[in-house]
């Protein structure tokens, strides 16, 4: 018996040690696939961030609390229409950053604060462009944060 154990073992092994190696190959792959859509995510959520704040940069007036928070009457005619595509594409990417992670990084939890902060009349003029789960974040977690 002790002989016919020994006979097996070296089978056992070529069917055992390939098998490892193709698990383990898997999960690095899995891995890496993962780290590297976390990348790109990231970079490209950036990447819109910064055109949104090369626009502000442009129209500092569109970045102003003073204005935004009264944009009805800060702005009019064509300024108006400008500044309401500019609240609706920030607001539209920070509802895409909410989308995205399950768990938003501090970074972006920060952007999301004073993007939500600066734009809170325009989005609550037009809170039902959003999904009612995305309001709801941003009306308890990001604006009336600051009042508890």
Do not use: C
């Amino acid at each position: 018996m002790e002989n016919m154990l020994l006979e097996n073992t070296p089978d056992i092994v070529v069917i055992l040690v390939p098998l490892i190696i193709s698990i383990t190959a898997i999960v690095i792959s899995i891995y890496t696939a993962k780290k590297s859509e976390d990348v790109r995510l990231y970079s490209s959520l950036d990447n819109t961030y910064t055109q949104l704040m090369k626009v502000g940069v442009d129209h500092p007036d569109f970045r102003d609390p003073h204005k935004t928070n009264n944009y009805k009457k800060s702005f009019d005619g064509s300024r108006l229409y400008g500044y309401e595509s500019y609240a609706f594409m920030s607001i539209n990417m920070v509802a895409t950053v909410y989308d995205r992670y399950k768990k938003i990084p501090r970074t972006w939890y920060n952007i999301i604060k004073i993007e939500g902060d600066l734009h809170k009349s325009w989005f609550y003029d037009n809170s039902q462009k959003f999904r009612d789960e995305f309001v709801d974040f941003i009306d308890q977690k990001i604006i009336n944060s600051k009042k508890n």
